[in-house]
């Protein structure tokens, strides 16, 4: 199974989005799973459902920072992570037009109207899968 089809089923079996991205791509840095598991829990639905930015999104960002990140305090170090979520955010908004949850799924799951609308219309099995699927194919071009 690649990648890409470990974090959609990763997805499907009941994790969000931002912990299917991050879990699926641990291993190629030394994080454990589990660990892996627990620092995206917080970021799924859009930050913490929110709406705001997609989990799967963020997701990629810890990615892109496990592997081009910096570990020393200065700006021209912390530039080459930056430069690499731009390219990942150019790439997720030239499939998707935005980067946010509420955009990408139609309604503001945030609220308990907009989180009934995403229930009654299977937003979360149609369209979130897909999302994760493009994130982590974006994923495979930058890594």
């Known amino acids: 199974m690649s ?5 959609v089923a ?5 994790y969000c989005c931002s912990q299917a991205i991050l879990a ?11 660990l892996a598991l ?6 799924g639905g859009g930050m913490g459902c929110t709406a705001d930015t997609c989990g799967a999104v963020t997701g990629a960002f810890m990615v892109l920072g496990l592997r081009y990140g910096n570990t020393v305090p200065v700006r021209s170090a912390k530039e080459a992570a930056y430069q690499w979520v731009r390219q990942f955010s150019e790439r997720f908004k030239g499939r998707h037009g935005s980067l946010r949850c509420r955009d990408l799924l ?5 609220t308990p109207e907009g989180f009934q609308v995403a229930l009654n219309r ?8 897909k999302v994760v699927q493009d994130a982590a194919e974006i994923l495979e071009e930058l890594l």
């Open 122 to 129: 299977k937003l979360f099995s149609t369209v979130c899968p």
């Open 3 to 7: 990648r890409v089809e470990a974090a």
């Open 38 to 43: 627990k620092l995206a829990a917080g970021f």
């Open 106 to 110: 139609g309604c503001d799951i945030s």
């Open 24 to 34: 699926t791509y641990a291993e190629l840095f030394a994080l454990d799973r589990e």
């Open 10 to 14: 990763c997805f499907q079996s009941g």
